[in-house]
């Protein structure tokens, strides 16, 4: 947040809390905005509206609030060596009475032309109120040496511009008298105690007099650091009591000198004070009432000797309002129009000698209506109650609870600024308070719906104690009933992976038996052989029977006993046949046999390597269960282990 991005002569800075105490003291409620910036809320001054009364300076605690002047422009422009010369205000002398000289003196030696002090200005000022109030009969005019007043009724108050009193200020009188009457062609800079006298050299009215306006504060901060100081230096033209203006009710002094303490001059100050007797003060003039000689009006309370551009130590002391007394007292001994033994009456003749040289209208002034875009708006009936109920204020006593928290003085107030978009329902305490109320009983409503959830899952946590209990338990019979199912499925494992070995020794005994099975058929086809040749040779013993009964046939009586060997041979010729033939049969048959038990034999390895392979797959998918049922196990461990915490929470 920097000067920069701010209109205006008068700024806020990073320091700015937002503590409303600059709005509370502002006479013009739409000159403070309150935005937000970095997540807080801060008060700016909007540089169209401010009036540049300096109340702000005064209120804020934290230094927030700066201002902008002419300073560094001169002392740059002095460096460069373009010709300057000084207007010197009066307060300055009375401020600085022991070093100012030595001051005017540093500035002459940087390259400052002349001096001349604005009281000589006052002093025409005086002259030219009094001649023109007199000769124009124009009673209830409003004094304008303060530029702050000059800003409010021209931006605020247009009703009152015919009041203003049309003669210009001190300053400008001595400008204009410089530049016209003395021929000083050189730029002009005002050695001021205010900071508003830059509005009044800028004024299109004015422009061209001054080009400079240096405040004390800014002036003495740059004189002190850079040791700006030489041999003594005064002002150059002899004044009057115009070296009282900066005091209060120095305008109202100067015309009871000339005009007599008879005529009723209302005297006005304070920054507040001033405007809020302006405003009733246009109701007078508008209602035709009765007025005073003339209102000598100035923003500051103690006048511009404690103006809004001295230095702060400055305000805290009263020994510059004892400074400019001396002076006083010192003006009125002079001779002339300001000789203390003459009747006002002949006061007013020597002064109005004394300026016989000069043309009135050379320091007649004019103003200007800036009201356009600048008066402020007030919400009708229907805006106001809309602002009041989004700010949750639904009764007129709710409405008129004026704390002034906000920095505006009623509560109606706040709701035209929120109008004019200069502030925020945020602002307002009661607004904060009350949502703050509602949102302490929506937590409260939250706390008993929480507190209701909390038993609620208290209830729910001890079923889940319960049931974590139980499950517990369960885990506990299930690692136990896991583990006895890895030992068995180990067991069976082990098991399965002997019967298979067993099945292995029968598949090997299988085939030995098939191997003892050809031995055995090998050894049939051997006896059929052995079978056939028995045949064969008993068929040739039957042959040879046969022949040998042949021969005992014919050899008759002496064949006899042959023939019955002859019998015999045959009859064991046919019994060695039969037996041959039955061993034969009987062969075929154990062949057969043998044939179906080698196939029965076969089908037997086949179904063992069936068996077999199913063992291996058994003993695989046992080893895989075992494998699992470890790692359900250990599954189990860490949810039990994750209750057991859960409990525990």
């Known amino acids: 947040m920097t000067k920069e991005n701010q209109k205006g002569m008068i700024f806020t800075n990073e320091k700015c809390i937002g503590c409303n105490k600059c709005i509370s003291v502002c006479p013009v409620i739409t000159a403070n905005k309150a935005v937000e910036m970095d997540g807080r809320q801060i008060i700016q001054v909007d540089g169209d509206k401010c009036i540049a009364c300096g109340a702000c300076f005064d209120a804020c605690e934290h230094d927030a609030r700066e201002f902008l002047d002419d300073t560094e422009a001169f002392f740059a422009d002095l460096k460069k060596g373009i010709k300057i010369s000084l207007l010197l205000a009066p307060a300055f002398a009375a401020n600085y009475p022991g070093e100012y000289k030595a001051v005017l003196g540093g500035l002459k030696k940087m390259g400052v032309n002349r001096i001349i002090s604005v009281s000589f200005g006052a002093d025409i000022t005086t002259w030219g109120y009094v001649k023109y109030i007199t000769e124009h009969h124009f009673t209830g005019g409003i004094s304008q040496p303060c530029p702050a007043v000059v800003n409010y009724v021209e931006h605020y108050i247009p009703e009152l511009i015919p009041k203003l009193v049309p003669v210009q200020s001190p300053l400008m009188c001595a ?91 209302r005297q006005i100050e304070g920054e507040k004070h001033a405007y809020e007797f302006l405003e009733n003060y246009k109701k007078r ?52 129009a300001w000789g203390a033994k003459l009747s006002p009456k002949q006061r007013l003749a020597s002064l109005n000698r004394q300026f016989r040289a000069l043309d009135i209208n050379d320091f007649y002034r004019k103003y200007t209506d800036k009201s356009r875009g600048n008066a402020i708006s007030y919400p009708g009936a229907a805006e106001l109650n809309g602002i009041f109920r989004s ?5 007129e006593e709710d409405r008129s609870i004026d704390c002034s928290a906000c920095g505006y003085k009623t509560c109606k107030d706040m709701a035209a600024a929120i109008y004019n978009d ?41 079923v889940i104690s319960t049931m974590v209990a139980e499950a517990n338990e369960s885990f506990a019979a299930l690692n136990i009933s896991i583990g006895e199912m890895v030992c068995g499925n180990n067991s069976n494992a082990e098991e399965s992976s002997n019967i298979s070995s067993a099945m292995l020794d029968v598949v090997e005994f299988c085939n030995s038996m098939k191997d003892s099975f050809q031995t055995i058929n090998d050894l049939l086809m051997q006896l059929e052989k052995n079978n056939n040749s028995i045949t064969q040779v008993a068929s040739q013993t039957n042959l040879l029977s046969l022949n040998a009964s042949i021969e005992a046939a014919r050899a008759g009586e002496a064949g006899k006993g042959f023939a019955v060997v002859a019998q015999e041979i045959k009859s064991l010729s046919d019994s060695s046949k039969d037996t041959a033939q039955d061993s034969n049969k009987n062969k075929n048959e154990i062949v057969v046999a043998m044939d179906k038990l080698a196939g029965e034999s076969q089908h037997l390895i086949h179904i063992v390597d069936e068996v077999n392979e199913r063992i291996s797959n058994l003993a695989a998918s046992t080893q895989e269960i075992a494998a699992s049922a470890t790692m359900i196990g250990e599954v189990s461990d860490e949810l039990k282990g994750k209750f057991e915490e859960l409990n525990r929470i």
């Open 175 to 265: 400008a204009i008298y410089a530049k016209k009457y003395m021929k000083i062609t050189d730029k002009l800079a005002f050695i001021s105690p205010c900071i508003a006298k830059k509005d009044e050299i800028m004024d299109e009215n004015n422009k061209g007099y001054v080009s400079y306006n240096v405040t004390f504060n800014h002036l003495m901060a740059y004189v002190r650091k850079n040791n700006i100081k030489a041999g003594p230096v005064s002002d150059e033209i002899e004044y009057g009591l115009g070296s009282i203006y900066p005091m209060p009710g120095g305008l109202k002094e100067n015309v009871y000198w000339f005009c007599g303490a008879e005529v009723f001059i």
């Open 285 to 336: 003039v508008l209602g035709n009432k009765e007025l005073p000689f003339m209102v000598d009006a100035l923003n500051c309370s103690q006048g511009c000797i404690y103006g809004t551009g001295i230095e702060e130590e400055k305000s805290r002391t009263e020994d510059t309002l004892y400074e400019i007394q001396r002076i006083k007292a010192s003006s009125k001994k002079h001779r002339g």
């Open 391 to 395: 700010m949750h204020k639904h009764t």
């Open 422 to 462: 200069c502030n925020n329902k945020q602002n307002c305490i009661h607004y904060i308070k009350g949502r703050v109320e509602r949102e302490k009983e929506e937590v409260q409503e939250i706390s008993r719906q929480i507190e209701e959830k909390n038993i609620e899952i208290q209830h729910k946590n001890d």
